[in-house]
């Protein structure tokens, strides 16, 4: 971009210096690194906390606003589609105007959200204000993985995005946590309100150090009908997940949409090449190692999300824990991923991503065995080994994986990659939700009826044993009311021997996933343009 092309973008007063490649940070506050790094985990922590921690605020929700089941599930359907569908075309934003801007909007935007959520006193305005959440958390997202790339040299972008992978991985799992302290000793307003002062602080930290980098020919223009193409293909994918476990995999409706995005992301290819300014140039999945990292992320979200979604009715539901004791459980996988990630980024700096990713996925696939072999009474050790696995198999891939989108992207395109990033993981992630709550719920289709009439309760009607084969999915025992104490222990050992077999099917889909997904990280290799950062024009 041109100079005056970059007065035009940011306003009248605003400059750049074209800074050669490699040369020195900015001194003081502004542009210091690894200060930016601070600012943007501040910004994420909030992103990343919302994902879980909402979850155990959702009964609470229910009873205080009057809610129905189908109106709790928007609070996290509404948050997960804005956020999924907008990801890629917020880190065109970030691209266009700088990451800077994207990144304070986005701070700025998803805490006032997050207060008006607090304040909101029906289930409707609680769902609205949660899909603005999702808006500003995808503004925000890609354009701190931007500013990473532009911030720190090629020496220590792994180190950096390492210790953002850290944050993002203990946001995730202390969310049950912190949520079921919030709830239990204040209210489920306060899981909201928490991030208005996260987002102050992160919003003056930011106004303070963050440098608006940007490449000299950043593009200058947008792909309206691209935006529309790809949002409405996200969109049909992303719904077809969401409804798929409701409607059947085998119903029409499903099919529809997962027919509908095909044909959208079909026309979208199309278009791309023949816009002078793409929103995702095609070229860019020229790349062997980018397109392997996009779909390594993809793979190992269907592992990791997957997976740990029945663990945490294992722990509350099979094992009886409250919330808290379940998250406490889960420290030794959230301890190995805030241990590991900065280790990670270390190895991958120095031995390239190809081997700590192989090993990461190879290590995860272990795990995720491991956890197919938990039963009722497996000891809290036993479970303890698996979950450390877990975490060291999976920060090396949560950071390799990420620079290895980033790293071989072009500067000017560094947004669209963090939001390809993103997209990947969350679309991962609910496949994984949706592929393997597929398998639990055919497993325990098959395996309930026998297994109840072979305890020998009472013979239950069709409606009946629909019912209890819900229930089962997620590890509740479907007890009738006034049962005698003998046949309601029958009922729950039927039920949690149901579950978990159920549990350790989905297990090994997922360690068979993490398995092919160590092929693809042999696929790739350290960012051709990872030396692009620390040395572009500024602001």
Known sequence: MTSQSTMDATGPGDARSAAPLGSAPAAGLRGHPWLTLITVAVGVMMVALDG????????????DLHATFADVQWITNGYFLALAVTLITAGKLGDRFGHRQTFLIGVTGFAAASGAIGLSHSIAAVVAFRVFQGLFGALLMPAALGLLRATFPAEQLNMAIGIWGMVIGASTAGGPILGGVLVEHV???????????????ALLLGTLILLDHRAQNAPRSFDILGIALLSGAMFCLVWALIKAPTWGWGD????????????????????????????????????????????????????????????????????????????????????MMIVGSPLAGAAITKLGPRIPLAGGMAVTAVAM????????????????????????????????????????????????AGGLQQAAMQIGGSLGTAVLGAVMASKVDSDLPGNWTGAGLPRLTPDQLDKASEAVQVGVAPVPKGVPEPVAAQITEVAHHTFISGMSLASLVAAGVAAVAVLVALLTKRGANSGAGAGVGHI
């Not at 190692?289 to 539901?317: D, E, H, K, W």
């Open 187 to 201: 209210n489920w307003q306060s899981v909201f309100f928490i991030n208005v002062p996260v987002g102050v602080l």
């Open 52 to 63: 879980t921690i909402v979850a155990i605020a959702n009964p609470s929700i229910r009873d």
């Open 252 to 335: 029409g409706k499903t099919w529809m949409f997962v027919i509908a995005s095909v044909a959208l992301f079909a026309v979208f290819s199309y278009w791309e090449t023949r816009v002078e300014e793409p929103l995702i140039p095609l070229g860019l999945f020229r790349s062997v190692p980018l397109s392997a990292g996009v779909v390594l992320m993809v793979l190992m979200a269907i592992a990791f999300m997957g997976g740990l979604f029945f663990v945490t009715f294992y722990l509350q539901n099979v094992r009886g824990m409250s919330p808290i004791d379940a998250g406490l459980h889960l420290l030794p996988l959230t301890g």
């Open 369 to 416: 065995y491991g956890m197919s072999t938990l039963k009722a009474d497996t000891g809290s050790g036993v479970m303890s080994v698996w979950f450390v696995l877990l975490g060291l198999g999976l920060a090396p891939v949560m950071v390799g994986a990420t620079e290895v989108i980033v790293g071989n992207a072009p500067m000017e395109l560094s947004g669209v």
